[in-house]
């Protein structure tokens, strides 16, 4: 499942994951990317906590959604927060980082208001 984070300060896209993404989630969350990918400089703080993985049909979606927006906005990526404690999800970012435009950082989830902080900053 992805929640929009309601209290994130201006500029700043807040989303949460868990459980299993399907393809569903991502279809119905398309309208706040685009929403997103209409802004000039894009910050954002996702927040990973009990994420399973992908569901039905959501591995497809999340690489279209994430490559569809790499390839249109890469300029407007400012920085990306990542808040999780699970070592597999900052050893992933860490791997991938080469991929991702503008600045990334990982944090710890005790440390979700310096991200936050750091992704508005």
């Keep these: ?29 398309r309208p706040k990317i685009d929403e997103l990918s209409k802004t000039s400089e894009i910050r954002i703080v996702e927040v990973i906590e009990d994420y399973e993985g992908f569901g039905p049909g959501g591995l497809v979606e999340d690489l279209k959604l994430g490559m569809g927006m790499l390839a249109h906005h890469h300029a407007a990526f400012k920085r990306i927060a990542v808040v999780s404690d699970k070592e597999w999800v900052a050893l992933a970012m860490h791997a991938f ?23 508005a900053g």
Aim: aromatic content about 10%.
């Design 97 to 119: 980082a080469w991929m991702i435009p503008g600045e990334l950082k990982v944090f710890g989830l005790e440390d979700l208001d310096a991200a936050t902080q750091w992704a």
């Design 1 to 29: 499942m992805i929640e929009l984070l309601s209290d994130m300060p201006d500029g700043v896209f807040g989303i949460r994951v868990t459980g299993k993404v399907s393809g569903d989630d991502l279809r119905q969350f």
